[in-house]
């Protein structure tokens, strides 16, 4: 061993010792003890790692689009419960002005944020169908949805943010229950299907399904929170790794939590 590496290790072994021998019972110092031990121990081989729960092979937005700095974007920072993040508004709207879908069916419209700037940057000509559980209907409906989702369903107002905004005309609110909605007037016709209504899985599923009868040949489908909900990300797990041809595209977009699939 060359003296510098002596030197080092000896440096090491004595700020251990002088942390574990002089404060054992400071919880600054213990962290600092943990600090040394994560930065010098050995890492962990691959077999005693946690099962990686997402089974989604990553794709990024450098990968789908190329980036236009020039994206039409409103209250991208207004986040919050409910919302999609800031950075996903962006990959979402970056999709929107590199894809130029002239039909698009959104699953789950909220405050209508997401559906506002998919507006602002799809074609002047586009048109997006948004449905949203009326309240009313909460407790009718096909499937269980998630107890801690209800307080997004019972809100006064749906859709607040595109209304009255010059671009409500591109965007058509609908509602009703996803899962027995009747999307025939649509079918094979979306460019592009947003699926962000009940994070349940048996409601993934069949918004799924519904999604697949929407778009066209060579449409895109997104997904919004694959790593956050277990339902999402169970169902889409499924999806994959059922070995259907349908679902072998489908990827998750890196840093956010959408998962994106084009329908061949
Ligand atoms: C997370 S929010 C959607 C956020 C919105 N897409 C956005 O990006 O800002 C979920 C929405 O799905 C709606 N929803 C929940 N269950 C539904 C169902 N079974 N059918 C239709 N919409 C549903 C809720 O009312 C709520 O407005």
């Known amino acids: 061993m060359n003296?510098?590496?002596f030197t080092l290790y000896l440096g090491v072994f004595k700020r251990i010792a002088r942390t574990a021998a002089l404060s054992p019972f400071d919880a600054q110092e213990r962290h600092r003890l943990g600090e040394l031990y994560?930065?010098?121990?050995?890492p962990t081989p691959a077999s005693d790692l946690p099962e990686d729960p997402y089974k989604l092979p990553k794709t990024d937005i450098l990968e789908l689009a190329h980036l236009d700095k020039n994206l039409l974007l409103e209250g991208v920072n207004?986040?919050?419960f409910g919302h999609v993040t800031e950075f996903e508004v962006k990959v979402i709207s970056q999709l929107v002005n590199q894809l130029q879908p002239r039909?698009?069916?959104e699953i789950g419209t909220f405050q209508g944020r997401t559906t506002l700037n998919m507006a602002l940057?799809?074609?002047a000509d586009a048109q997006i169908v948004t449905l949203d559980l009326p309240p009313?209907?909460?407790n009718q409906t096909q499937m269980q949805i998630e107890k801690t989702e209800e307080m997004y369903v019972k809100k006064t107002e749906s859709?607040?943010?595109f209304k009255g905004h010059p671009l409500a005309s591109k965007i058509t609110q609908v509602f009703g229950d996803s899962a027995t909605y009747d999307y025939s007037p649509y079918h094979h016709q979306m460019d592009l299907v947003f699926i962000?209504?009940?994070h349940a899985y048996e409601y993934v599923l069949s918004d799924t399904k519904n999604a697949l009868q929407l778009v066209r040949k060579g449409g895109t489908i997104l997904w919004h929170d694959y790593t956050n909900w277990e339902g999402v990300r169970r169902a889409l797990n499924d999806y994959y790794q059922s070995g259907n041809p349908v679902f072998r595209n489908l990827r998750h977009i890196g840093g956010t939590s959408i998962a994106v699939l084009t329908v061949s």
Not at 38 to 42: D, I, T
């Open 78 to 80: 207004e986040c919050g």
């Open 3 to 5: 003296t510098a590496l």
């Open 136 to 138: 009313s209907e909460l």
């Open 38 to 42: 994560a930065l010098y121990s050995p």
């Open 121 to 123: 940057n799809s074609p």
């Open 159 to 161: 859709g607040e943010r």
């Open 196 to 198: 962000d209504g009940s």
């Open 103 to 105: 039909r698009i069916f």
